[in-house]
């Protein structure tokens, strides 16, 4: 496994880092505890040392089975990212969408960031994963409703109490990022990224650079469009998300299979799969510390894993992106 330094802090992160969305089981249409739980401790033993979570994945549970996961493993051998700022269990802030939870009750997820909620939810993150403090707090989304100063000084005392080692944002823009930092000194920012999703390239990569942030690419695997398994047609699970997204459209797929066997090669010769190969890809741009990674059992965790075990060329990755730069996926 290869480690990464997060910005200006003295966290040390596993640069394949368990994304725990999936393991939630909301949205990806359930989760089988047991199977997550196996994961996270195939994925620890390959040296994924870090975590990362959010309360609103699965409305607790996937910070539950993090929690039953890392019971046995010595606190200061993990790194935990965890997030808030998004409830579903009151009505203040921004609506952001209708959902349903695991066992199919309406509810309605809001952007909410204010200073009670923040400390609430925190104290609540800490029961569900059985610690007394979070490497990493980061807010989940801009919460427009909020003054930022009050969300970060709330973040600032949890940090003075213990509870929190640093402070991170997810979803910013760089302007976002600059206007909190007047206030608290933040490690990181996590954004969506993949070979599909390169927008951050334009700003937030290059503030990050120079202002020496470390990026959290979640999402890189693209919710499994850049596995190289799916295919024109492929069937969803009912009440998995993914249906109805635009990459996943029969067209979508169809162009990402033809850019995915572009870059097979270089896959083959180094006895990579195609999923490897992009996760090797992502940790390996520019102002990247870690890419998220998300697996429902120990084989994807060991898979996931293993993709550190080898590196990749400039010239290789010069070839892949001549390819990528071709892939055009219709909005």
Not at 52 to 59: F, K, N, S
Not at 298 to 317: D, G, Y
Request: hydrophobic share 40%.
């Amino acid at each position: 496994m290869k480690y990464r330094k997060l910005g200006n802090t003295d966290l040390n992160l596993s640069a394949v880092t368990f994304g725990s969305f999936a393991i939630g089981g909301w949205f990806w249409g359930g989760t089988e505890q047991k199977s997550a739980v196996e994961a996270i401790k195939a994925a620890y033993n390959l040296g994924v040392t870090s975590i990362d979570t959010a309360p609103v994945y699965g409305q607790g549970l996937s910070e539950e089975i993090v929690g039953e996961a890392i019971k046995d493993i010595p606190r200061d051998k993990i790194q935990i990212l965890n997030k808030f700022g998004m409830r579903w269990d009151l009505t203040k802030g921004t609506h952001v969408f209708k959902s349903q939870d695991n066992n199919g009750k309406a509810i309605d997820i809001y952007k909410y960031a204010g200073r009670e909620s923040i400390i609430h939810e925190c104290e609540l993150s800490l029961k569900r994963l059985g610690t007394d403090y979070i490497d990493l707090y980061q807010l989940h989304w801009p919460d427009v409703t909020t003054p930022i100063e009050e969300t970060m000084d709330a973040v600032n005392q949890l940090i003075k109490e213990g509870k929190v080692r640093y402070a991170g944002v997810c979803n910013f823009n760089e302007e976002q990022f600059a206007e909190a930092e007047k206030y608290i000194n933040l490690a990181s920012n996590q954004v969506s990224y993949s070979m599909a999703s390169r927008g951050i390239e334009e700003k937030v990569v290059p503030y990050c650079l120079e202002n020496g942030k470390g990026i959290l690419a979640y999402s890189p695997l693209e919710k499994g469009l850049l596995t190289g398994k799916m295919k024109p047609g492929h069937k969803f699970a009912e009440g998995d998300q993914r249906a109805v997204r635009p990459f996943f459209t029969d067209e979508n797929l169809r162009r990402t299979s033809a850019f995915m066997e572009k870059i097979k090669p270089i896959a083959d010769a180094k006895g990579l799969s195609l999923a490897q190969l992009v996760i090797l890809w992502t940790i390996e741009q520019p102002a990247i510390t870690i890419a998220l990674v998300g697996a429902r059992n120990a084989e994807q965790a060991i898979q996931n894993a293993k993709a550190m075990e080898t590196s990749l060329t400039a010239e290789e990755i010069e070839l892949i992106n001549s390819h990528l730069n071709q892939l055009v996926l219709v909005p």
